[in-house]
């Protein structure tokens, strides 16, 4: 059981609540916040001062003053109105998060909604019933209006779930389960629900947690092409990036010494060569560079998922309530976009080493495509075309979202974040950047099978091993799709044997 406070959520309860299933609690200080926040509400409403989203319309309508008694309406309207999703159906870790997410921020105390709503949130979340929401529709300022419309539906007993993977009417499931919808919802609580920024932080945060496995697991490859390919072990003395200074080039470095250890396949410089290709030499340098990316974007995304993205915001010290612009999602825009771009390098770079270890005209070690009878067959020359394609296609994705923004509202709302874009590109950049590792992994331990297998060290020895397990030598050609996707599932399984490295690398965190 995890205790939400509105200010203690960290990455590792949110994968806790979001994968694991684990259930949640509210704090009692929370509830104080929660039922004080009403309360001034309450106040607004009964002494009729003029309070957006209160008593008024949104967006362009915000002029527009709502009779006392159609203020319930008001905000059941907004529900309806604003679900107008579209695309494909966000998978339901995803929307766990947002619904966690947005719990999280109604605890804080500044939103006016009442505790049963919150409440009733939780039933949902607990029970592991998950809303239906559509990936498309959201500019991401107002907040993620339209997707967070179709996960406060339900609470209501309208718009569809998952109730054990499988998707309903939300009465079919609640009636399964033994569930009450709300009576309705009152002043602001269907602007309290929807603005703010928890679908592209949902989405943004679990690329994230899954782009720290990316990163290790280019390691892992990395390490492999080098002890295939006889690398240079000196381009990772501690000394070279401790003069440089930058913290994820030191981590890299450190963890690839670390992986290395003990290997017989590994060189000194002069051994056989002056200096290694920048794709295995600069490992440090480029995949620490996404390190430290991530480490920004972390820090991001945890002050997001404990942040007040409400409009307005309720101020229980003067009973006031002041509409501002803390829905918009450009704090976690740019972060996401700067996510595709650090996941797309390690692809990049993957990728340059999958062709050195295919390319006999790269290395001297290995015949052309790592195949014994080449010409009649093609060994593995098309895993490198299937790596460069989702590469170049990673390249088009890595295209920020966040410089783009179109006028809405009437031109009421005429800048825009386009938040959960950058973070739907960065999780479709990730899915491309886990298959070009397999197919690295894949490609590499097919060369050291032709030499350097029994050189390897224990760790990578160990993966070597792992990998046999679920995909054989290839002698001649076979459908190779099946291999490749037997390995991106070890990857994202978190199948390997990586424990040592993930000590390494989560203790730093």
């Known amino acids: 059981m995890i205790t939400l406070k509105g200010s203690n959520l960290t990455l590792k309860n949110f994968i806790q609540v979001v994968r694991q299933k684990e259930a949640v609690t509210i704090d009692e200080q929370a509830v104080d916040r929660i039922e004080t926040s009403r309360d001034v509400v309450n106040d607004i409403v009964k002494d009729k001062r003029v309070v957006y989203g209160i008593n008024t319309g949104f967006g362009k309508l915000s002029d527009v003053s709502i009779n006392s008694e159609k203020l319930d309406q008001l905000q059941l309207n907004l529900l309806r109105s604003h679900a107008c999703g579209t695309g494909n159906i966000f998978d339901e870790e995803i929307v766990r998060g947002m619904l966690l997410l947005r719990i999280n921020a109604l605890l804080k105390g500044y939103s006016g909604i009442r505790l049963e709503t919150i409440e009733k949130m939780i039933e949902l979340l ?23 419309a179709h996960m406060a539906l339900p609470l209501i007993g309208e718009g569809e779930v998952f109730l054990n993977h499988k998707r309903m009417k939300t009465l079919d499931a609640f009636k399964q389960s033994n569930i009450k919808p709300l009576d309705g919802i009152h002043a602001k609580e269907g602007l309290a629900l929807i603005n703010g920024t928890q679908a592209m932080t949902s989405v ?48 890299t470095a450190e963890m690839m010494r670390k992986l290395l250890m003990d290997s017989k396949n590994i060189t000194k410089q002069g051994d056989l060569r002056v200096q290694d290709a920048y794709s295995i030499r600069c490992i440090p340098q480029v995949h620490g560079a996404s390190l430290d990316t991530f480490d920004y974007i972390l820090d991001k995304v945890e002050i997001e998922m404990n942040a007040v993205t409400d409009n307005p915001i309720v101020f229980t010290e003067d009973n006031s309530a002041i509409s501002a612009g803390n829905f918009h999602g450009q704090p976690v825009a740019l972060p996401f976009d700067f996510l595709s771009i650090a996941i797309s390098e390690l692809a990049n770079i993957s990728e340059r ?85 397999a197919m690295e992994i894949f490609t590499a331990c097919q060369a050291l099978d032709f030499e350097g297998k029994e050189k390897l060290s224990p760790q990578l020895k160990a993966v070597y091993n792992k990998v046999r397990e679920v995909v054989p030598f290839i002698e001649e050609d076979e459908i190779m799709q099946p291999h490749m996707d037997a390995i991106t599932n070890l990857l994202t399984t978190h199948a390997l044997p990586t424990e040592e490295l993930e000590a390494l690398l989560w203790k730093k965190l």
């Open 126 to 148: 607990n029970h592991d019933i998950i809303p239906v929401v559509y990936e498309q529709g959201s500019l991401g300022a107002s907040g993620d209006l339209v997707p967070l």
């Open 204 to 251: 943004g945060a679990l690329a994230l947690y899954d782009s720290y496995y990316l990163y290790l697991y280019s390691i892992i490859s990395g390490g492999l092409t080098l002890e295939a390919t006889n690398g240079i072990i000196d381009a990772f003395d501690s000394r070279i990036h401790t003069a440089r200074g930058q913290k994820g080039q030191m981590r």
């Open 353 to 437: 080493r999958l062709e050195r270890l295919v390319n006999d005209q790269l290395n001297d070690r290995f015949p052309a495509f790592l195949v014994k009878e080449k010409g009649l067959n093609s060994g593995f020359m098309i895993v490198q075309y299937a790596a460069a394609s989702l590469v170049s296609e990673n390249k088009i994705l890595a295209h920020p979202a966040s410089v783009d923004s179109i006028p809405s509202s009437a031109n009421q709302e005429d800048h825009v974040s386009m938040g959960t874009i950058a973070a739907r590109k960065a999780r479709q950049v990730l899915k491309h950047s886990i298959n070009v590792v």
